[in-house]
């Protein structure tokens, strides 16, 4: 054998057992934990692949993707964080509940909480909106204003759709810090829109049913369901007492109206996801959670059911411009 030959050898051999660890080179893994249906956990993966897309990273190229949800069951979601975590993940996508198990569970992995509707300074999510510190930040459903603000626009606007509204029953629990909040901001818009609020608590699925029976006892014209986690998520459940009440019914997010509420208005929760794939974008590339500003809702969706409509005899004015009508 020639010199040469011989020390060509040591560089070959090398450059076979590199190519290997080469060929099998991690990428950084982007962990998603929601606390809905294994529907609703698509759509809004799609979005945070999206909006990574739009950052320039590629699934499979730039970084993989970990998806875990709850089916509506929250004491599920301290153990899938868990399991997303042993995976170590670079970052997780959280939205609502799943961002306060992710939060007490593990406070150190870098999270984006998305479509979350309390206060994350009172949370304990972050120190401030512009500068949230640590290893937490996202974006928040509210506009400038809050709730009240926010819930102030919807009632307006269903009460277009029910001129003669007088009396609204609010469907939800008095221990979700969304539906108390909504409870609130309902009572201060109610007045100068000429109609009252009554409230009969849930403390939990099993009693939506009896409190629709109790509105109705009551002289309630119409129900407003709450956006609280508990009802979104189990949306399956809630839906049938509260549509077969025959009233006009108003909610928070898209879903509900598609679902069958006659009208639904809120901050666009698919657009929320997409950002956060943004921001989870921003952390692979080497940003910190804490230097990332809490953005708030951009987009917002007006939904009217038409078929519900036609079926409790309301006719939507023309001049009624929602951005999504469901036939």
């Known amino acids: 054998m020639k010199r040469r030959d011989v020390l060509k050898l040591p560089g070959m051999a090398a450059i076979g057992l ?17 606390p809905g249906s294994e529907k609703l956990a698509a759509d809004r993966a799609a979005a945070i692949r999206q909006g990574l897309r739009e950052a320039g990273l590629a699934e499979g190229v730039g970084y993989t993707l970990a998806l875990r949800y709850a089916d509506g069951v929250f004491d599920r979601l301290p153990g899938l964080a868990l399991e997303l975590a042993a995976l170590k993940p670079r970052v997780i996508v959280a939205s609502a509940a799943a961002a306060t198990a992710v939060h007490k569970t593990l406070p150190d992995l870098p999270m984006v909480f998305t479509s979350y509707a309390a206060d994350p300074i009172k949370a304990g999510f972050a120190k401030s909106y512009a500068r949230p510190g640590g ?51 309902s009572r201060k818009a109610a007045a100068p829109l000429g109609f009252e609020i009554v409230h009969h608590p849930i403390e939990g699925l099993d009693d939506i049913a ?5 509105s109705n006892r009551d002289g309630a014209d119409a129900l407003y369901v709450s956006g609280e986690p508990l009802l979104y998520n189990n949306m399956a459940r809630v839906l049938p007492p ?10 928070t997010y898209p879903e509900w109206g598609r679902a069958g509420l006659l009208m639904s208005y809120s901050a666009d929760l698919l657009d929320d996801f997409r950002r956060a794939g943004i921001y989870a974008a921003k952390i692979l590339g080497g940003e910190k959670p804490g230097d990332l500003p809490i953005e708030q809702a951009a987009k917002f969706t007006l939904v009217v059911n038409s078929r519900t409509a036609r079926q409790l005899g309301i006719t939507v004015p023309p001049t009624f411009l929602a951005d999504e009508v469901v036939e």
Do not use: C, Y
């Open 18 to 34: 590199a190519w290997p660890a080469f060929a099998q080179k991690e990428l950084p893994l982007v962990a998603v934990l929601v």
């Open 135 to 185: 290893n937490t930040t996202g974006n928040v459903m509210n506009a400038v204003g809050g709730e009240e603000g926010l819930t102030h626009k919807r009632l307006g606007l269903f009460k277009q759709l029910v001129p003669g509204l007088k009396r609204l029953a609010f469907i939800g629990t008095a221990t979700s810090i969304l539906a108390v909040a909504e409870l609130d901001a």
């Open 210 to 214: 009896a409190a629709v029976a109790s």
């Open 242 to 251: 509260v549509i077969t009440s025959g009233k006009p019914t108003v909610g």
